[in-house]
């Protein structure tokens, strides 16, 4: 499979505790964004990945979250004592220099905060 | 003034006709529009980009893009039941590395 891949495709978890997604973007992409989208909305933009350097990150994030792409491979997205205003689905994209708009999202990671 | 506006629907056409779908946005320097599709508990799929005045074709959708009034639309011809999804549009954004904001989406529905 040469898409997206978003790992794992729900979560539940409870309020407070951490919770760590991973994407795999398509390999010759280099370009890598998160983003969240709850129901009736667009997606908002989360955090934006060039190769290994995060180079944007949404004013709306708080410190609770934190992204990585080591290597300039996989991502992963965490947050840290969840609330349930984090419930969302969590949208991971990818994008190659050519086409640096034409993003490939993957399934997503739907996350539930009890 | 959000953004990217869209009307949220639902749109109800009938199977066969065309379907139009609106988007507004604020910002006057945006040069990119894109037109993505999700089905519900599905991610954005791409339809189609616009980036000039005018149209753009692609099979049976056209894209049409007017700066000077900040409207871009889609048109769907010869629509289907499985044409039924959310269509979201986006915008890049200013002095931002790729980024793209999202309007809420309009509920497309083809009735049979």
């Known amino acids: 499979d040469t898409g997206v891949s978003q790992d794992p495709r729900h979560k539940i978890t409870k309020r407070g505790q951490n919770v760590t997604f991973r994407c795999d973007p398509i390999?010759?992409?280099?370009?890598l964004y998160w983003y969240r989208q709850t129901l009736g909305q667009g997606p908002e933009f989360l955090t934006y990945?060039?190769?290994?350097?995060?180079?944007?990150k949404s004013r709306l994030l708080s410190d609770r979250f934190s992204a990585e792409r080591p290597k300039g491979s996989f991502s992963t997205l965490e947050i840290q004592r969840t609330e349930q205003g984090d419930s969302a689905m969590y949208l991971c994209a990818s994008s190659q220099g050519g086409d640096p708009y034409g993003y490939t999202f993957g399934s997503g990671t739907r996350l539930t905060v009890v | 003034q959000k953004e990217v506006e869209q009307n949220s629907g639902p749109l109800s056409v009938p199977e066969g006709a065309i379907a139009s779908l609106n988007c507004t946005y604020s910002d006057r320097v945006s040069q990119s529009f894109f037109w993505y599709r999700q089905y519900s508990g599905k991610s954005p799929e791409l339809i189609m980009s616009?980036?000039s005045n005018g149209d753009k074709e692609d099979g049976r959708f056209t894209a049409q893009l007017n700066k000077a009034s900040q409207y871009v639309s889609l048109l769907i011809r010869d629509s289907q039941p499985s044409d039924s999804a959310t269509y979201l549009c986006?915008?890049?954004?200013?002095?931002?590395?790729?980024?793209?904001?999202w309007g809420a989406g309009t509920k497309l529905i083809i009735k049979p």
């Open positions: 986006a915008v890049n954004a200013v002095d931002s590395n790729y980024q793209l904001i």
């Open positions: 616009i980036y």
């Open positions: 990945f060039q190769n290994e350097a995060q180079l944007e």
């Open positions: 390999s010759e992409h280099n370009r």
